[in-house]
């Protein structure tokens, strides 16, 4: 029996989880720079599966997420805070990773 919806968000949560954890040994060395393109790109990522399922209010959570990780406009943070923010953030990605069940869209016509 077929699943009427996938967790797609599941792997690019937890891959972008890993990453902002990896991304704590990073935080004052200039290569930070691939850690928030990766972690924006996921964040973009599980936002194209929030919206194929409407779950809107995950994007609350996801669209700071792409914003303060953005590599092109940069948002100087430091400290202790922007410590924590990384692990907000992780949390976030995998609570949604988890939760998200995007539908399976069903193809009526055979292939062929």
């Given at each position: 029996?077929?699943?009427?919806?996938?967790?797609?968000?599941?792997?690019?949560?937890?891959l972008?989880?890993?990453?902002?954890?990896?991304?704590?040994?990073?935080?004052?060395?200039?290569?930070?720079?691939?850690?928030?393109?990766?972690?924006?790109?996921?964040?973009?990522?599980?936002?194209?599966?929030?919206?194929?399922?409407?779950?809107?209010?995950?994007?609350?959570?996801?669209?700071?997420?792409?914003?303060?990780?953005?590599?092109?406009?940069?948002?100087?943070?430091?400290?202790?805070?922007?410590?924590?923010?990384?692990?907000?953030?992780?949390?976030?990605?995998?609570?949604?990773?988890?939760?998200?069940?995007?539908?399976?869209r069903?193809?009526?016509?055979?292939?062929?």
């Open positions: 029996m077929d699943s009427p919806f996938l967790r797609s968000a599941l792997a690019p949560g937890l972008g989880a890993i990453v902002l954890i990896a991304g704590l040994a990073l935080l004052d060395v200039e290569s930070f720079i691939i850690i928030r393109y990766v972690v924006s790109i996921l964040a973009l990522i599980v936002c194209v599966f929030v919206i194929q399922a409407k779950a809107w209010w995950w994007l609350l959570g996801l669209v700071p997420i792409a914003v303060i990780w953005n590599p092109v406009i940069v948002i100087e943070l430091h400290g202790q805070g922007w410590v924590s923010a990384q692990f907000i953030a992780a949390l976030v990605l995998i609570i949604i990773g988890v939760r998200l069940k995007v539908p399976v069903r193809n009526d016509t055979p292939a062929g």
